[in-house]
């Protein structure tokens, strides 16, 4: 049942990357697909499916998130994730967007790192 999980997990991550992605350029180049309804529905969605995985596989495992030090990594970079991401889309300037981006991207990396080698980066 774990793997099955972990494969959704996997899933859900790529689309969430992927639809960042594309609502960043969009964001720079084409403003107006922003406000086509699946545009502001999907990402939602699929985010709560990536959050309802990752939770039913702490369930499985039986792990709690606060002991595990690379859960409470990964529990930090998704904020840092959120945050630069929000910088991304509701900057008034391309250039913080941009630091929004990058930053959001920075800490994409961290969370993948930590994800796959299950090692604790801070507060190791």
């Known amino acids: 049942m774990y793997i099955a999980f972990k494969h959704l997990h996997v899933l859900f991550v790529v689309i969430s990357v992927a639809l960042f992605m594309l609502r960043f350029f969009w ?6 697909q922003l406000q086509k309804k699946w545009v502001k529905i999907v990402p939602h969605v699929n985010d709560t ?35 630069f991401g929000l910088i991304a889309f509701k900057a008034s300037s391309a250039a913080w967007r941009w630091v929004g981006f990058l ?8 969370l993948f790192h930590v994800a796959y080698s299950k090692m604790p980066v801070l507060f190791a």
């Open 49 to 83: 499916f990536l959050l309802l995985s990752a939770i039913a596989m702490i369930i499985i495992v039986g792990g709690a998130p606060i002991g595990a030090a690379w859960l409470s990594n990964k529990i930090i970079g998704l904020v840092g994730y959120i945050i």
């Open 27 to 32: 964001v720079l180049k084409s403003p107006q």
């Open 103 to 110: 930053g959001a991207v920075a800490w994409l990396l961290f």
